[in-house]
C-alpha cells in the first residue's frame, strides 16, 4: 500500500523518472516550519517599525520635525511584503527547490519536466502564495488534484517531490577503475554542482544501459557524459576513460559525497 502518490516523468534526455509527490502532510508541515520563521523575523520588523514611529512623534512634537510616522509604516509595510515574498523565492532559488522547512521535511520543488526551478518560477510561486492562503484554497487544491499542486504550482509548472536520498538507491555493479576515478573527482571536482535530478538521471541510465540497443546506449551515454562535464565545469572528461566508466565514477563519487565520506 503507497502512502504517498507517485507520478513519471520523461527528461529532456528521454529517460523516464518515478518522483514520490510529497503528501499533504509533509508540505503543512514544511509551511509551519516557514511560517514559524518567517513571522520571528516579521516580528522584529514590526517591533523596529513601532520604535521608529514613537521616535518620529516624539521628534515632531519635542523637537518641531515635520515627519510624517505614516510614510514610516507604509514603507515598512512594503519591506514586510517583500520579506515575504523574498523569503521563498530566494530559499527556492538558491537552495535548489528547498526553504528551511522543505529541508527539514525532506521535500523540494521541482519543474514539471524534472529539471530544476529557477528565479522565474520561484516568484510565481511567491506571488501566488497569498492566494493560495485565502480559505485555505491551496490546501484544497493539492487535496483534490492527481498531481497535488497549488495554484501557484499551475502557474509555474512545479511540482513538490520528496527529496531523494542517494544513499538508499539500489546499488549497482561498479568496475573497480570507476571506483579510483571516482575518489579522483571528490578531490579535484566540485561534485555538490550536481542536483539531485541530475544524480537520478545518471542512475537511471545505469540502472537501464543492459537493455538498450548498442547504438541507443551509445548515444545518451555520451549526452549524459558532456551534461555532466558542463555542469560540474570541466575542461574535458578524464583521458582514456569510457563514458559509461566516467558515468559510474560520477554516480559513485555522489553517493560518497552525500555521505559525506
Do not use: C
Not at 95 to 120: E, Y
Not at 190 to 198: G, K, V
Not at 214 to 234: D, F, N, P, S, Y
Request: charged share 25%.
Amino acid at each position: 500500500m503507497r502512502f504517498f502518490n507517485t507520478i513519471r516523468i520523461q527528461t529532456p534526455e528521454s529517460i523516464e523518472l518515478e518522483f514520490t509527490l510529497a503528501g499533504i502532510g509533509n508540505r503543512v508541515f514544511a509551511l509551519l516550519i516557514d511560517y514559524i520563521i518567517l513571522n520571528l523575523s516579521l516580528l522584529s520588523l514590526l517591533i523596529l517599525t513601532l520604535f521608529l514611529v514613537y521616535s518620529l512623534e516624539f521628534d515632531n512634537v519635542v523637537l518641531g520635525f515635520d515627519l510624517d510616522s505614516q510614510w514610516v509604516v507604509a514603507g515598512m509595510a512594503l519591506v514586510i511584503y517583500a520579506l515575504y515574498v523574498g523569503y521563498f523565492v530566494g530559499f527556492e532559488t538558491l537552495w535548489q527547490g528547498q526553504t528551511p522547512g522543505k529541508r527539514r521535511v525532506k521535500i523540494r520543488v521541482i519543474r514539471d519536466n524534472a529539471q530544476p526551478i529557477g528565479l522565474f518560477q520561484a516568484t510565481l510561486r511567491a506571488l501566488l502564495r497569498p492566494v493560495d492562503d485565502i480559505l485555505f484554497i491551496g490546501f484544497l487544491f493539492i487535496l483534490l488534484g492527481e498531481r497535488e499542486k497549488r495554484l501557484g504550482d499551475w502557474l509555474a509548472n512545479t511540482l513538490v517531490v520528496q527529496a531523494e536520498n542517494p544513499n538508499t538507491v539500489t546499488r549497482l555493479k561498479i568496475s573497480q577503475g570507476s571506483q579510483t576515478l571516482a575518489q579522483q573527482l571528490l578531490e579535484r571536482e566540485d561534485i555538490s554542482r550536481m542536483l539531485p535530478d541530475d544524480f537520478a538521471i545518471v542512475r537511471e541510465y545505469l540502472q537501464r544501459r543492459s537493455k538498450m540497443t548498442i547504438a541507443a546506449r551509445t548515444k545518451l551515454a555520451t549526452q549524459l557524459a558532456e551534461r555532466v562535464k558542463e555542469i560540474l565545469e570541466m575542461e574535458q572528461r578524464p583521458l582514456k576513460i569510457d563514458v559509461d566508466h566516467f558515468l559510474e565514477a560520477v554516480y559513485l563519487a555522489y553517493q560518497k559525497q552525500s555521505r559525506g565520506s
